[in-house]
Protein backbone atom coordinates (compact mmCIF):
# COMPACT_ATOMS: atom_id res chain seq x y z
CA UNK A 1 0.00 0.00 0.00
CA UNK A 2 0.71 3.73 0.23
CA UNK A 3 1.55 4.59 -3.78
CA UNK A 4 2.14 7.66 -5.52
CA UNK A 5 1.67 8.36 -8.73
CA UNK A 6 2.41 11.17 -10.64
CA UNK A 7 2.03 11.57 -14.54
CA UNK A 8 3.17 12.17 -17.46
CA UNK A 9 6.83 11.07 -16.31
CA UNK A 10 8.14 13.13 -18.63
CA UNK A 11 7.17 16.08 -20.77
CA UNK A 12 8.24 18.41 -23.40
CA UNK A 13 6.91 21.84 -24.25
CA UNK A 14 7.44 24.87 -25.65
CA UNK A 15 8.52 28.09 -24.23
CA UNK A 16 5.46 30.26 -23.13
CA UNK A 17 3.22 27.16 -22.91
CA UNK A 18 1.75 25.68 -19.81
CA UNK A 19 1.89 21.95 -18.37
CA UNK A 20 -0.20 20.11 -15.83
CA UNK A 21 1.48 17.57 -13.64
CA UNK A 22 -0.77 15.41 -11.58
CA UNK A 23 0.05 13.50 -8.37
CA UNK A 24 -2.50 11.22 -7.10
CA UNK A 25 -2.40 9.16 -3.75
CA UNK A 26 -3.48 5.67 -5.29
CA UNK A 27 -4.42 3.77 -2.26
CA UNK A 28 -4.84 6.10 0.48
CA UNK A 29 -5.97 9.55 1.19
CA UNK A 30 -3.63 12.48 1.30
CA UNK A 31 -4.90 15.45 3.05
CA UNK A 32 -1.52 17.02 2.52
CA UNK A 33 0.38 16.74 -0.77
CA UNK A 34 3.65 18.40 -1.46
CA UNK A 35 5.51 19.64 -3.93
CA UNK A 36 9.28 19.86 -4.64
CA UNK A 37 11.82 20.79 -7.27
CA UNK A 38 15.31 18.72 -7.91
CA UNK A 39 17.63 20.36 -10.58
CA UNK A 40 20.24 17.85 -11.43
CA UNK A 41 22.94 16.21 -8.73
CA UNK A 42 20.98 18.83 -6.10
CA UNK A 43 18.67 18.02 -3.50
CA UNK A 44 14.97 18.62 -3.38
CA UNK A 45 13.59 21.64 -2.66
CA UNK A 46 10.17 22.16 -1.47
CA UNK A 47 8.36 24.34 -3.32
CA UNK A 48 4.94 24.04 -2.11
CA UNK A 49 2.44 22.15 0.14
CA UNK A 50 -1.14 21.46 -0.95
CA UNK A 51 -3.59 21.04 1.52
CA UNK A 52 -6.85 19.52 0.34
CA UNK A 53 -9.81 22.62 -0.06
CA UNK A 54 -7.97 24.92 0.49
CA UNK A 55 -5.09 27.09 -0.87
CA UNK A 56 -1.66 25.54 -1.42
CA UNK A 57 1.39 27.56 1.12
CA UNK A 58 3.92 28.48 -1.40
CA UNK A 59 8.12 28.84 0.39
CA UNK A 60 9.39 31.87 -0.02
CA UNK A 61 10.84 32.81 -3.46
CA UNK A 62 8.25 30.85 -5.28
CA UNK A 63 5.90 32.15 -7.69
CA UNK A 64 2.54 31.28 -7.47
CA UNK A 65 0.84 32.81 -10.05
CA UNK A 66 3.97 30.18 -12.03
CA UNK A 67 3.01 27.37 -10.07
CA UNK A 68 -0.69 26.79 -9.46
CA UNK A 69 -1.45 24.09 -7.62
CA UNK A 70 -5.06 22.60 -7.02
CA UNK A 71 -5.64 19.94 -4.66
CA UNK A 72 -9.41 19.19 -5.63
CA UNK A 73 -9.74 15.83 -4.05
CA UNK A 74 -8.34 13.72 -1.15
CA UNK A 75 -6.13 11.67 -4.14
CA UNK A 76 -5.06 14.25 -6.52
CA UNK A 77 -3.23 17.20 -6.66
CA UNK A 78 -1.70 19.28 -9.87
CA UNK A 79 0.65 21.72 -10.24
CA UNK A 80 0.64 23.77 -13.38
CA UNK A 81 3.64 25.76 -14.49
CA UNK A 82 2.10 28.49 -16.55
CA UNK A 83 3.85 30.09 -19.15
CA UNK A 84 6.92 27.85 -19.12
CA UNK A 85 10.30 29.23 -19.91
CA UNK A 86 13.76 26.92 -20.03
CA UNK A 87 15.11 27.53 -16.65
CA UNK A 88 11.63 26.20 -15.42
CA UNK A 89 13.31 22.76 -16.62
CA UNK A 90 13.75 20.43 -14.00
CA UNK A 91 12.57 17.34 -12.25
CA UNK A 92 9.44 17.64 -10.04
CA UNK A 93 8.24 15.16 -7.67
CA UNK A 94 5.18 14.96 -4.79
CA UNK A 95 4.78 13.57 -1.80
CA UNK A 96 1.48 12.59 -0.06
CA UNK A 97 1.17 12.20 3.59
CA UNK A 98 -1.99 9.68 4.33
CA UNK A 99 -4.57 10.98 6.43
CA UNK A 100 -5.19 9.76 10.25
CA UNK A 101 -1.96 8.03 10.46
CA UNK A 102 1.68 9.14 11.72
CA UNK A 103 2.51 12.50 11.15
CA UNK A 104 5.83 11.16 9.79
CA UNK A 105 3.78 9.33 7.16
CA UNK A 106 4.93 10.42 3.78
CA UNK A 107 5.04 8.97 0.30
CA UNK A 108 6.89 10.27 -2.89
CA UNK A 109 6.01 10.14 -6.36
CA UNK A 110 8.02 8.98 -9.35
CA UNK A 111 8.95 11.98 -10.17
CA UNK A 112 7.94 14.11 -13.91
CA UNK A 113 11.22 15.37 -15.78
CA UNK A 114 10.13 18.66 -17.17
CA UNK A 115 11.91 19.96 -20.40
CA UNK A 116 11.31 23.46 -21.64
CA UNK A 117 12.25 23.90 -25.42
CA UNK B 1 14.31 27.29 10.56
CA UNK B 2 16.09 24.25 11.14
CA UNK B 3 19.14 23.03 8.43
CA UNK B 4 20.38 19.48 7.28
CA UNK B 5 24.00 19.33 6.29
CA UNK B 6 25.40 16.24 4.89
CA UNK B 7 29.85 17.02 4.68
CA UNK B 8 30.65 14.14 2.13
CA UNK B 9 29.42 14.64 -1.10
CA UNK B 10 30.76 11.65 -2.51
CA UNK B 11 31.40 8.39 -1.16
CA UNK B 12 32.65 4.80 -1.86
CA UNK B 13 32.45 1.02 -0.48
CA UNK B 14 33.12 -2.11 -1.47
CA UNK B 15 30.96 -4.89 -1.85
CA UNK B 16 30.16 -6.83 1.22
CA UNK B 17 31.91 -4.01 3.46
CA UNK B 18 30.19 -1.18 5.55
CA UNK B 19 30.16 2.01 5.15
CA UNK B 20 28.76 5.38 7.17
CA UNK B 21 27.20 8.19 5.70
CA UNK B 22 27.44 11.20 7.90
CA UNK B 23 24.49 14.03 9.32
CA UNK B 24 24.24 16.83 11.09
CA UNK B 25 21.04 18.83 11.74
CA UNK B 26 20.44 21.98 13.59
CA UNK B 27 17.20 22.86 15.22
CA UNK B 28 15.69 24.81 18.60
CA UNK B 29 13.02 22.07 18.63
CA UNK B 30 12.97 19.33 20.61
CA UNK B 31 10.58 16.47 19.49
CA UNK B 32 11.66 15.76 15.83
CA UNK B 33 11.99 13.24 13.19
CA UNK B 34 15.22 12.15 11.49
CA UNK B 35 15.15 10.26 8.01
CA UNK B 36 17.26 8.85 5.59
CA UNK B 37 15.98 8.33 1.75
CA UNK B 38 17.50 6.78 -1.08
CA UNK B 39 17.47 7.99 -4.55
CA UNK B 40 18.14 5.59 -7.05
CA UNK B 41 19.03 6.39 -10.95
CA UNK B 42 15.30 6.03 -11.01
CA UNK B 43 14.73 8.80 -8.85
CA UNK B 44 11.97 6.92 -7.36
CA UNK B 45 12.36 8.54 -3.17
CA UNK B 46 12.71 5.38 -0.81
CA UNK B 47 12.94 5.80 3.08
CA UNK B 48 15.85 3.65 4.41
CA UNK B 49 15.33 4.53 8.08
CA UNK B 50 13.77 6.68 10.67
CA UNK B 51 14.30 7.65 14.03
CA UNK B 52 11.85 9.58 16.58
CA UNK B 53 14.23 12.05 18.35
CA UNK B 54 12.41 11.07 21.74
CA UNK B 55 13.73 7.98 21.67
CA UNK B 56 17.30 7.03 22.36
CA UNK B 57 17.63 3.69 21.27
CA UNK B 58 18.99 3.82 17.28
CA UNK B 59 16.96 2.52 14.59
CA UNK B 60 17.56 -0.40 12.51
CA UNK B 61 16.39 -1.91 9.96
CA UNK B 62 17.79 -5.27 8.70
CA UNK B 63 21.63 -4.17 7.08
CA UNK B 64 20.88 -0.66 7.63
CA UNK B 65 21.29 1.38 11.15
CA UNK B 66 21.60 5.06 12.49
CA UNK B 67 23.72 6.36 15.23
CA UNK B 68 21.66 9.09 16.49
CA UNK B 69 23.34 11.45 18.91
CA UNK B 70 20.63 14.09 19.95
CA UNK B 71 22.79 16.37 22.19
CA UNK B 72 25.42 16.53 19.26
CA UNK B 73 22.61 17.03 16.58
CA UNK B 74 24.43 14.10 14.69
CA UNK B 75 22.46 11.35 12.41
CA UNK B 76 24.59 8.98 10.64
CA UNK B 77 23.92 5.74 8.41
CA UNK B 78 25.80 3.05 9.01
CA UNK B 79 25.10 0.12 6.12
CA UNK B 80 26.37 -3.51 6.33
CA UNK B 81 27.21 -6.02 4.12
CA UNK B 82 26.82 -3.25 1.04
CA UNK B 83 25.47 -4.29 -1.77
CA UNK B 84 25.35 -3.49 -5.42
CA UNK B 85 21.43 -1.98 -5.56
CA UNK B 86 22.53 -0.16 -2.31
CA UNK B 87 24.18 2.33 -4.90
CA UNK B 88 22.48 5.63 -5.00
CA UNK B 89 22.45 9.28 -3.69
CA UNK B 90 21.33 9.51 -0.07
CA UNK B 91 19.84 11.72 1.66
CA UNK B 92 18.89 13.20 4.96
CA UNK B 93 16.20 15.18 6.65
CA UNK B 94 14.23 16.56 9.33
CA UNK B 95 10.52 16.67 10.41
CA UNK B 96 9.20 18.87 13.19
CA UNK B 97 7.23 16.48 15.44
CA UNK B 98 5.21 19.37 15.74
CA UNK B 99 1.73 19.87 13.78
CA UNK B 100 1.21 23.59 12.22
CA UNK B 101 -1.41 24.22 14.62
CA UNK B 102 1.06 23.85 17.23
CA UNK B 103 3.50 26.24 15.22
CA UNK B 104 5.76 23.50 13.78
CA UNK B 105 5.79 21.73 9.97
CA UNK B 106 5.28 19.13 8.29
CA UNK B 107 7.44 19.82 5.39
CA UNK B 108 10.79 17.92 4.83
CA UNK B 109 14.09 19.49 5.81
CA UNK B 110 16.75 18.03 3.21
CA UNK B 111 20.37 17.69 3.17
CA UNK B 112 22.55 17.62 -0.22
CA UNK B 113 22.97 14.50 -0.54
CA UNK B 114 25.74 12.25 -0.91
CA UNK B 115 26.66 9.82 -3.67
CA UNK B 116 27.35 5.96 -2.64
CA UNK B 117 28.86 4.10 -4.65
CA UNK B 118 29.57 0.08 -4.41
CA UNK B 119 32.45 -1.55 -6.14
CA UNK B 120 32.24 -4.50 -6.46
Known amino acids: GAVVSQHPSRVICKSGTSVKIECRSLDFQATTMFWYRQFPKQSLMLMATSNEGSKATYEQGVEKDKFLINHASLTLSTLTVTSAHPEDSSFYIC?????????????FGPGTRLTVT | AQTVTQSQPEMSVQEAETVTLSCTYD???????LFWYKQPPSRQMILVIRQEAYKQQNATENRFSVNFQKAAKSFSLKISDSQLGDAAMYFC?????????????????FGKGTKLTVNP
Open chain 2, 27 to 33: TSESDYY
Open chain 1, 95 to 107: SARRTGTGRYEQY
Open chain 2, 93 to 109: AYRSASSVVEGGSEKLV
